[in-house]
């Protein structure tokens, strides 16, 4: 059931990338709220993630690797960006998608393994 999840994990990303692509169209475009937008764009991948981990600490057989607490704490450090930038305290968009690069990038290394 996990490596099913984990398949589900890169669409997720794909569609998060599809849709931060469009808030930057709407950015362009001088849309009012565009910020929001892009902040409510990353509910699915924080959602997922956050559904992955309930599912993943329920089962205590299965152990965390490294390359799994690694993507705990971008998914930690996306979850507070996120949060703070919809509070309107903190913004860094860029951030955002750095991070959400770095999760990408250890999905495909751990699915190489």
Same mark, same amino acid.
């Given at each position: 059931?996990?490596? $099913? *999840? ?7 990303? &794909? ?7 469009? !808030?930057?169209? @709407? ?14 764009? $990353? *509910? ?7 559904? &992955? ?6 089962k205590? !057989?299965?152990? @965390? ?19 703070l930038?919809?509070?309107e ?10 991070l ?13 393994k």
């Amino acid at each position: 059931m996990l490596e $099913l *999840l984990k398949r589900k994990e890169i669409y997720i990303i &794909y569609f998060t990338a599809a849709v931060i692509i469009l !808030s930057g169209f @709407l950015r362009l475009t001088g849309f009012k709220y565009s910020n929001y937008f892009f902040n409510f764009a $990353l *509910l699915p991948y924080i959602i997922t993630r956050g559904l &992955y981990y309930v599912i993943v600490w329920r089962k205590n !057989s299965e152990k @965390l690797n490294a390359n799994e607490k690694n993507r705990i704490y971008v998914y930690i450090a996306v979850f507070i960006t996120v949060l703070l930038s919809i509070l309107e305290l903190f913004s860094a968009d860029f951030f955002v998608i750095f991070l959400i690069m770095v999760d990408f990038l250890l999905l495909q290394n751990d699915e190489k393994k």
